[in-house]
């Protein structure tokens, strides 16, 4: 018996028993996706190969990339979704992950390089953004969204260059790519950034700790006070810690924040979500 699972963005997985085995495979046959899966699997194959703490990551047994189809073969990994973990963890789990994480984004600016990345990549990436955004139906004439749009412009014209470590990210670090395994964490679905900086991997983790991203997709019932507690203890202790020790981060994270929310827009695909986005991106507007 195969289980088949509809991935989000135009990615399938299978899970497939094999002998005593059970592995993952993830394809994809989406002329777009054939190379980002790709990239996708040798990160997920680099970072297995580092040793951090409680972090793991399910091993790649075998990458197949054929002209029309790119498949990863994977680690099956027995596990829980974040709200099934954070609805029966305890504060002690919490505060592992948050080590976790801490440790593992440390790690990663250790082995980055400080560079000083030109406001042009961000200004082409927010054009590029902004072209997509007025395709999505539900964005097209929205006063809301012009303005949005209008004053994002302004902050990322008005940017000279970000100073940031450039080198290693996972690149789409939300809670629901994140496997729970007891005390272990795997990451998956890693992806490739227009800019390889650990900020992205916080501003992922924020765009669920301060925001609540990942609970918004979520169809089953769950316990959204318990969540808010949680996740609002998480995002205090990340944004504390790296305020007060970095200040590439201090400078950076809204300015980064504000380029991820609006590069969800054109994804989005129900009004609830837009309106959730739109608040979001006035706040932070209003902030920078
Ligand atoms: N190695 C694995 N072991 C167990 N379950 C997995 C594994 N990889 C993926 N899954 C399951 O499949 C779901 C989707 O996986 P993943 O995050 O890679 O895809 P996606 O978000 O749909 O993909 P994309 O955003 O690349 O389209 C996970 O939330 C998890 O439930
Ligand atoms: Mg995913």
Redesign the pocket.
């Known amino acids: 018996m195969n289980i088949e ?7 399938q ?1 299978d ?1 497939v028993p094999e002998g005593q085995e059970i592995y ?1 495979y ?1 394809s994809t046959a989406a002329p777009k996706y054939l190379n980002r ?1 790709l990239l ?1 699997a040798e990160k997920q194959k680099a970072a297995g190969n580092v040793a951090y703490q409680h972090i793991r990551v ?1 091993e790649v047994y075998e990458i197949v990339k054929e002209r029309d189809k790119t498949v990863i073969k ?4 027995y ?1 829980k ?1 974040f709200i099934e973990f954070f609805e029966q963890a305890g504060f002690e789990q919490i505060d592992y992950l948050i080590g976790a994480l801490k440790y593992f984004l440390e790690y990663e600016i250790d082995k980055c390089h400080m560079e000083d990345v030109p406001a042009t990549v961000f200004q082409s990436k927010f054009e590029e953004v902004k072209g997509k955004t007025l395709t999505n139906p539900l964005c097209q004439n929205d006063e809301e969204i012009t303005e949005i749009l209008d004053k994002a412009g302004k902050v990322f014209y008005a940017v000279d260059c970000l100073q940031i470590p450039v080198g290693l990210c996972h690149g ?1 670090l939300t809670f ?2 994140v ?1 729970f395994n007891g005390n272990n964490y ?1 990451l ?2 890693f ?1 490739d950034s227009f800019v390889e900086t650990p900020l992205q991997d916080i501003v992922k983790i924020r765009q669920d700790t301060r925001y609540y991203w990942s609970q918004l997709m979520y169809t089953k019932q769950y316990d959204a006070v318990r969540l808010r507690i949680v996740c609002d203890k998480i995002d205090r202790e990340i944004d504390s810690y790296f305020q007060e020790k970095y200040s590439w981060y201090a400078t950076n994270y809204k300015t980064m924040q504000l380029m991820n929310i609006m590069r969800i827009l054109p994804y989005a695909h129900e009004q609830r979500v837009v309106n959730y986005l739109k608040n979001i991106l006035k706040e932070l507007l209003h902030e920078i």
């Open positions: 699972v509809k991935g989000h963005s135009g990615c997985i899970v993952v993830k899966l996708q399910p994977m680690q099956y990994v596990s979704n789409d629901s790519n496997l795997y998956i679905d992806l």
